[in-house]
């Protein structure tokens, strides 16, 4: 059985590069998926470097699973096109999450992961205290088209009574 350790606040950032999808552009949005969980991002019209800067949050469950990204084109009179996809994994991040930080100072880089052919990095990844959070900033090279990355930032939601955090 599956029991809930956290919440896991996905800040969408924006994206870089994009494909166009439509003659005019793409009007791209972000679908995350996390076992039977779906969530997405608004559209935005008509840019293949878009700004979304939205917040979505995930519980997250133990044992643990990547999490998936999908980029898609929004189309009125047909179905919505494949942008590209990533995965990327956060064991780093949770245990980053469940170090003592009280004694580090604000900004101090806990950890960096580095991109390798597991996972879709585009750049290292640094893990970090900043105003007491635990904080993820990663690009992600998106797979399955010709170009594209997105950029994300992580950042943990306690749960009050939740084992081990």
Same mark, same amino acid.
């Given at each position: 059985?599956?029991?809930?350790?956290?919440?896991?606040?996905?800040?969408?950032?924006?994206?870089?590069?994009?494909?166009?999808?439509?003659?005019?552009?793409?009007?791209?949005?972000?679908?995350?998926?996390?076992?039977?969980?779906?969530?997405?991002?608004?559209?935005?019209?008509?840019?293949?470097?878009?700004?979304?800067?939205?917040?979505?949050?995930?519980?997250?469950?133990?044992?643990?699973?990547?999490?998936?990204?999908?980029?898609?084109?929004?189309?009125?009179?047909?179905?919505?096109?494949?942008?590209?996809?990533?995965?990327?994994?956060?064991?780093?991040?949770?245990?980053?999450?469940?170090?003592?930080?009280?004694?580090?100072?604000?900004?101090?880089?806990?950890?960096?992961?580095?991109?390798?052919?597991?996972?879709?990095?585009?750049?290292?990844?640094?893990?970090?205290?900043?105003?007491?959070?635990?904080? =993820?900033?990663?690009?992600?090279?998106? =797979?399955?088209?010709?170009?594209?990355?997105?950029?994300?930032?992580?950042?943990?939601?306690?749960?009050?009574?939740?084992?081990?955090?």
């Amino acid at each position: 059985m599956e029991s809930i350790i956290g919440l896991l606040r996905v800040r969408v950032i924006k994206g870089v590069n994009l494909v166009f999808r439509d003659t005019r552009g793409s009007d791209p949005y972000i679908v995350l998926r996390l076992g039977g969980q779906k969530l997405k991002t608004n559209a935005i019209k008509n840019n293949v470097n878009p700004e979304w800067n939205e917040d979505l949050t995930l519980s997250i469950s133990e044992p643990l699973e990547p999490i998936k990204l999908q980029v898609y084109d929004k189309d009125t009179f047909s179905s919505d096109d494949k942008m590209g996809d990533a995965e990327f994994d956060i064991q780093s991040f949770l245990q980053a999450v469940r170090m003592n930080l009280a004694g580090i100072p604000n900004g101090t880089i806990i950890t960096t992961v580095q991109p390798s052919r597991e996972n879709c990095l585009a750049v290292e990844s640094p893990i970090l205290k900043k105003d007491g959070k635990v904080i =993820q900033e990663l690009v992600l090279r998106l =797979q399955n088209v010709e170009s594209g990355e997105v950029e994300l930032q992580l950042s943990w939601v306690s749960m009050p009574g939740a084992p081990g955090f």
